[in-house]
């Protein structure tokens, strides 16, 4: 199970829309449904992206973060 999110920056690092999740799995499955949404809620509470201030200044405006269920079994 995975789920792949889409940002797109401003200059400052903030966002310049919502993210997108573009990795669309079985969203009738509950486990699914939160584990996705979850990840969305994730990226979205790292805002602002400072760290990316130089990337997105050479022209790059979106990143994807993946996330893979198989890296939080415990």
Same mark, same amino acid.
Request: include cysteine; hydrophobic fraction near 40%; proline fraction near 3%.
């Given at each position: 199970?995975?789920?792949t999110? *889409?940002?797109?920056?401003?200059e400052d690092g903030?966002?310049? +829309?919502?993210p #997108?999740?573009?990795s669309?799995g079985d969203?009738?499955n509950?486990?699914? *449904? ?5 990840a969305v809620q994730?990226? +979205?509470l790292? #805002?602002?992206f400072d760290e990316a201030?130089?990337y ?10 993946r996330?893979?269920?198989a890296?939080?079994?415990g």
């Amino acid at each position: 199970m995975s789920a792949t999110v *889409r940002i797109t920056l401003r200059e400052d690092g903030t966002l310049l +829309r919502n993210p #997108e999740l573009i990795s669309r799995g079985d969203m009738s499955n509950g486990f699914y *449904r939160v584990f996705a949404e979850s990840a969305v809620q994730a990226v +979205r509470l790292c #805002e602002p992206f400072d760290e990316a201030s130089a990337y997105v200044k050479a022209g790059n405006r979106i990143i994807e973060f993946r996330f893979d269920g198989a890296d939080y079994g415990g």
